[in-house]
Nanobody, 127 residues
Framework: QVQLVESGGGLVQAGGSLRLVCAAS????????MAWFRQAPGKEREFVAT????????FYADSVKGRFTISRDNAKNTVYLQMNSLKPEDTAVYSC????????????????????WGQGTQVTVSS
């Protein structure tokens, strides 16, 4: 089992940057594909980015491509989301998620297929 704890959210002006951190418990962190999702008030949860177990592969939603970067450090059981050029429409609660995977990396954007979730961290971008 994996427990996930996010941090790094906050209030930032449009055009600014934030770095989200997701710390995972357990010894088998490297077995999990990791992802970030977000949910704005009144909207459905939205896929943001995902990264393979070895960090070799990443995939982004079109809305954040070129602005956000997902990365991970398996030695520290941590996944990051660097967010640059933030826009007011990026305002949401950001959550990290983990999915056990034993075969080749596949891009999964469906939140229902992820096994473990953090509690989320609020990101607010002012105009």
């Amino acid at each position: 089992q994996v427990q996930l704890v996010e941090s790094g959210g906050g209030l930032v002006q449009a055009g600014g940057s934030l770095r989200l951190v997701c710390a995972a418990s357990g010894r088998t962190f490297s077995r999990y594909v990791m992802a970030w999702f977000r949910q704005a008030p009144g909207k459905e949860r939205e896929f943001v980015a995902t990264i393979s177990r070895s960090a070799t592969n990443t995939f982004y939603a079109d809305s954040v491509k070129g602005r956000f970067t997902i990365s991970r450090d398996n030695a520290k059981n941590t996944v990051y989301l660097q967010m640059n050029s933030l826009k007011p429409e990026d305002t949401a609660v950001y959550s990290c998620a983990a999915k056990a995977e034993y075969g080749p990396f596949t891009t999964v954007v469906d939140a229902a297929r992820y096994d473990y979730w953090g509690q989320g961290t609020q990101v607010t971008v002012s105009s």
